[in-house]
């Protein structure tokens, strides 16, 4: 595996930046009444998640780097408990989401992990 030069690549961004799209897509198909409601919320929590990645890669402070990935690992978190409420109030299928959501935390965790190793 080659060197890391940039965030770009990360396959954790990369995934973190699909799932960005997807949460755009769905969120865009919820009763316009959410626009400034849940749908905002998710799609905020979405963006955080490779917006933190990227941030922590670029700062030339391990401590720090680890502290954003945090923050991301927290806005997953987030992201996770609004697509659990647009599931369970709008009754949509979130499956897959929710497994690429779980794929990027344990991602995250194991870049955390191997950070600390350091």
Do not use: C
């Not at 954790?12 to 755009?24: D, P, R």
């Not at 955080?48 to 402070?61: L, Y």
């Not at 408990?81 to 897959?96: C, G, P, R, S």
């Amino acid at each position: 595996m080659g060197r890391v030069k940039s965030y770009q690549d990360l396959i954790v961004w990369q995934k973190s930046m699909l799932l960005v799209k997807e949460i755009y897509e769905l969120t865009t198909s919820l009763p316009k009444s959410e626009q400034f409601g849940i749908s905002s919320q998710a799609q905020r929590a979405a963006v955080s998640i490779p917006s933190n990645i990227a941030e922590g890669h670029e700062r030339n402070n391990l401590k720090e780097y680890i502290q954003f990935l945090g923050v991301a690992r927290g806005s997953a978190a987030e992201l996770e408990t609004q697509l659990l409420i647009i599931q369970e109030v709008y009754k949509y299928k979130v499956d897959h989401h929710l497994d690429l959501l779980l794929e990027i935390r344990k991602m995250l965790l194991t870049l955390v992990k191997k950070l600390k190793e350091k």
